[in-house]
């Protein structure tokens, strides 16, 4: 396993952006790829999976060819500004205790336990993240169960078209700031930190059943089946409520007039977010189509 820093760590806990495809080229008749248009105005939606191998390249042909034909580019957040270093330094200093405190005095023996033993699961010590919040150490443990599988965040979708966007010299924007992403995690309580750590500590082992459903689904873009097995199990865990609204509804909300101002601006935009964010009720697809868009799934 190679050493593990603190780069790419935000998509890792961003739900879908914590999931990976495998090896070989993707292909299906639908994919997570949709149109928006109203009085003219076109964009275009890709739900995106953040971690990928390298040879899970090239992508359908007719993902490529709506990259090809638009103007610019729509990430979740000025990926330029996410890679800095200055960005990686200040996620590093929201993610840790200050002097005299440590993750062992702020959660329970048992959540320090289980994390002590999957740490060392991937040949990690425990005493180097003992001054780590339990915000960044739950990113943290995606990422590396990620890595544990061969998976890298260079190669997922969105950080793929973003260096096409930047060969090609088209236009790249942000519908959120870094730091708004950062405090999406930094500004959780602490107890509920911990409570997200504890599921995450739990569901690991986990991640390859669910990546199996999820591939197939992504590949052939039934949303459907994506909806009912984790946006629809997601809103019914009552004690997740408030982290689903915050990490996903409430930002689906604040996306969709960027994005109509998009469809507004006399060019063609590509909106690439992660694929939880454009399936089922409530997401950037059904608000845009209450809204009166005609979104048509490609």
């Known amino acids: 396993m190679r050493p593990f820093g603190v780069r790419r760590l935000l998509p890792a806990i961003l739900l879908l952006g914590a999931l990976a495809l495998p090896a070989g080229s993707l292909s299906a008749d639908k994919h997570c790829l949709w149109k928006v248009e109203s009085d003219g105005g076109v964009a275009y939606l890709l739900g995106s999976i953040h971690f990928l191998t390298e040879d899970a390249y090239p992508l359908d042909e007719a993902i490529e060819e709506v990259f090809d034909r638009v103007d610019g580019l729509a990430f979740e957040t000025d990926?330029?500004?996410?890679e800095a270093p200055a960005t990686q330094m200040k996620m590093m200093k929201k993610g840790m205790y200050g002097e005299g405190e440590s993750?062992?005095?702020?959660?329970?023996?048992?959540?320090?336990?289980?994390?002590?033993?999957?740490?060392?699961?991937?040949?990690?010590?425990?005493?180097?993240?003992?001054?780590?919040?339990?915000?960044?150490?739950?990113?943290?443990?995606?990422?590396?169960?990620?890595?544990?599988q061969g998976f890298q965040p260079e190669h997922g979708i969105d950080m793929y078209f973003h260096a096409r966007a930047k060969e090609a010299g088209k236009e790249t924007v942000g519908l959120e700031g870094v730091d708004f992403q950062i405090d999406l995690f930094a500004a959780i309580p602490e107890e509920r930190q911990e409570a997200l750590l504890q599921y995450t500590l739990c569901e690991l082992d986990l991640t390859s059943a669910y990546l199996d459903v999820i591939v197939d689904s992504w590949r052939k873009g039934d949303v459907a089946t994506l909806d009912t097995t984790f946006v629809r199990?997601?809103?019914?865990?009552?004690?997740?409520?408030?982290?689903?609204?915050?990490?996903?509804?409430?930002?689906?909300?604040?996306?969709?007039?960027?994005?109509?101002?998009?469809?507004?601006?006399?060019?063609?935009?590509?909106?690439?977010?992660?694929?939880?964010?454009?399936?089922?009720?409530?997401s950037v697809v059904d608000l845009l189509r209450r809204k009166g868009y005609v979104v048509e799934q490609m």
């Open 103 to 148: 993750l062992q005095t702020n959660v329970s023996a048992e959540t320090y336990e289980a994390l002590r033993k999957r740490m060392e699961s991937y040949g990690q010590s425990m005493l180097l993240f003992d001054r780590f919040r339990p915000w960044f150490l739950t990113a943290m443990l995606s990422a590396l169960e990620l890595q544990k």
């Open 233 to 282: 199990m997601l809103v019914s865990e009552e004690a997740w409520t408030d982290l689903a609204d915050r990490l996903v509804f409430d930002r689906n909300r604040d996306w969709v007039p960027k994005i109509e101002n998009l469809v507004r601006s006399g060019k063609e935009y590509l909106v690439v977010v992660g694929t939880l964010h454009l399936v089922g009720e409530g």
């Open 79 to 82: 990926l330029d500004t996410l």
